[in-house]
């Protein structure tokens, strides 16, 4: 579900996803991202969880904007 959900930002193109060799499952899980949709009670957990996390660019700073100086 995240996977798709990252997918679906408007700003984002692709997502890269890693798994076990050892374990086929996780491969076989992560092809069927585009099998399903989201839906309204899926995007309030995803809202509710990040809700709750800390902002990354509070906490570290914009990525690289040094070098857009």
């Given at each position: 579900m995240a996977v798709r959900y990252i997918l679906e930002q408007p700003t984002v193109?692709?997502?890269?996803?890693?798994?076990?060799l050892?374990?086929?499952?996780?491969?076989?899980d992560n092809s069927r991202v585009f099998d399903f949709n989201l839906d309204v009670k899926d995007y309030e957990?995803?809202?509710n969880l990040t809700g709750e996390s800390r902002d990354l660019f509070?906490?570290?700073?914009?990525?690289?904007?040094?070098?857009?100086r």
């Open positions: 193109a692709g997502a890269i996803v890693g798994y076990r050892s374990i086929s499952e996780n491969f076989q957990q995803i809202n509070k906490l570290i700073g914009d990525c690289g904007d040094e070098y857009r």
